[in-house]
């Protein structure tokens, strides 16, 4: 099942900035949720602010593939936001909105599957992490399931559908460290009352946990959409540039040809 992970003999590179990358939104994912759980409106967009300062500044060293990656995600997760959370009601935030934070925050998160996948550390045990993650992720679910709790049948589906991902996906690195920064801000962010999730889910009518055991499952969807589409999205841009070169050109031609 680990055949398409890396082994541990590859040869592999400690990039430091792929690691300040992830330090830095660990811990400012952290510090914007636990603010937030008694802030102001006005606040929230100041944290929003911030987030998108911390964001931008992270892009301006990335690829043009990893910014039009990080652009798809953002987009496609805070839709997905605005659809789970204030429409369907699957998780509620305090004020019943979505955050100003959140879709750079989303961003964040993205960005940070993207360096720790590409990081010398996941690189050399992803073998290793991903028996943790399984292990650790799998007996979460269980819990779910095993009439302990509220419960949490959501969770256990979910889990079911990251193993997917991890071991069908074409990223699994990146999913992998999905993992870890999404289930650390899932648990902060419900443990503070930031958010909460529903104790049914609204669509399929099963348990759910506050957070779902298998939540990391949501952020593999956005990450796989980011990647697969990055492509058409940057072949797009190119044939824009393409036709507004085009059409420049035919307007100059023209304006010498009526000066002649």
């Given amino acids: 099942m680990l055949r398409h992970f890396p082994s541990s003999d590859i040869a592999c590179v400690h990039k430091q900035r792929d690691y300040i990358i992830a330090a830095i939104t660990f811990f400012c994912v952290a510090f914007a949720l636990v603010n937030d759980a008694d802030a102001t409106l006005a606040e929230q967009k100041v944290l929003g602010g911030c987030a998108w300062i911390f964001l931008l500044c992270f892009l301006h060293g990335e690829s043009k593939e990893i910014r039009v990656q990080v652009g798809i995600a953002i987009c496609f997760a805070t839709v997905g936001e605005h659809f789970a959370s204030p429409f369907m009601g699957g998780y509620t935030y305090r004020f019943h909105n979505v955050p100003a934070y959140v879709p750079p925050g989303h961003g964040m998160v993205y960005l940070t599957a993207v360096a720790l996948a590409r990081s010398g550390l996941f690189l050399k045990y992803a073998r290793e992490i991903a028996t943790f993650v399984v292990v650790a992720c799998g007996l979460w679910s269980l ?21 997917i991902y991890l071991f069908k996906g074409k990223s699994p690195l990146v999913y992998l460290a999905a993992f870890f920064i999404t289930t650390w801000l899932e648990i902060i962010g419900t443990a503070v009352g930031t958010w909460k999730w529903a104790a049914i889910d609204p669509v399929l009518g099963w348990t759910q946990g506050n957070p779902p055991s298998g939540v990391s ?17 940057m072949q797009g841009l190119k044939n824009v540039r393409q036709w507004f070169k085009s059409v420049k050109i035919g307007k100059n031609a023209y304006q010498g040809a009526s000066d002649d």
């Fill in 217 to 233: 499952a949501w952020y593999c969807w956005v990450d796989s959409v980011a990647m697969g589409g990055s492509a058409p999205v």
């Fill in 143 to 163: 819990w779910g399931v095993s009439g302990l709790g509220q419960g949490d049948a959501v969770g256990a589906m979910l889990f079911c559908v990251f193993l």
